[in-house]
């Protein structure tokens, strides 16, 4: 079925450790972006991609890293998970003048 | 750069009631805006947006809002609520691709409004 799916939907990892969040759509959407979302703040944009190979910087993106080797894959890594990078990550895809649209989540818990 | 303020962090409204849900935007210009719904554990849902064409915008479920540029405002409301409207809101701005630059396509969001419906 076409989408975007993130997995895992659920993680629970230690301080310093690293962990990569999936990110996959099926629609060959051209930009992808990821999201945190924390109570009292919305959603925060972290990175973004218009394009395979071509990422930039959102809001948040300190002690996060990104690649797009394709087109439908978005994978973000946390290099070193910190407590403060506990929260629920959202990964969306759109097309240049379409609307953005959300996988169900990945709930990230550090300990 | 671009900001939205939701007033109000929740709304409680009885079934059958109007809903009214603010949204305040700051944009040097005109920016397109967006209404997003969230369900618990899921992601988030298009309700409708604003693309500069018509003021009025209809979405989905019954939900419309309305561009006022001297207000600088995108309200979100519905005649009548329904037990299934109950679940978060978030209102968005982005860029135009007339804007320029890079930042086309990014999502700035508010910061939710939780909408409850009593019977």
């Known amino acids: 079925d076409a989408g975007i799916t993130q997995s895992p939907r659920y993680k629970i990892t230690e301080t310093g450790r690293q962990v990569t969040l999936m990110c996959h759509q099926t629609w060959s959407h051209s930009y992808m972006f990821w999201y945190r979302q924390d109570l009292g703040h919305g959603l925060r944009l972290i990175y973004y991609?218009?394009?395979?190979?071509?990422?930039d910087k959102g809001e948040v993106p300190d002690g996060y890293v990104v690649s797009r080797s394709k087109t439908e894959n978005f994978p973000l890594t946390l290099e070193s998970a910190t407590r403060s990078q506990t929260s629920v990550y959202f990964c969306?895809?759109?097309?240049?003048?379409?609307?953005?649209?959300f996988g169900d989540g990945t709930r990230l818990s550090i300990l | 750069a671009q900001s939205v303020t939701q007033l109000g962090s929740h709304v409680s409204v009885s079934e059958g009631a109007l809903v009214l849900l603010r949204c305040n935007y700051s944009s040097s210009v005109p920016p397109y805006l967006f209404w997003y719904v969230q369900y618990p554990n899921q992601g988030l849902q298009l309700l409708l947006k604003?693309?500069?064409?018509?003021?009025l915008v209809k979405g989905i479920n019954g939900f419309e809002a309305e561009f006022k540029k001297s207000e600088t405002s995108f309200h979100l409301t519905k005649p009548s609520a329904h037990m299934s409207d109950a679940a978060e809101y978030f209102c968005a701005v982005s860029p135009t691709p007339n804007a320029g630059g890079t930042s086309y396509g990014k999502l700035t969001f508010g910061q939710g409004t939780i909408l409850t419906v009593h019977p």
């Open positions: 604003y693309t500069s064409a018509a003021t």
């Open positions: 969306a895809s759109s097309e240049l003048a379409g609307p953005q649209h």
């Open positions: 991609s218009a394009a395979a190979d071509i990422t």
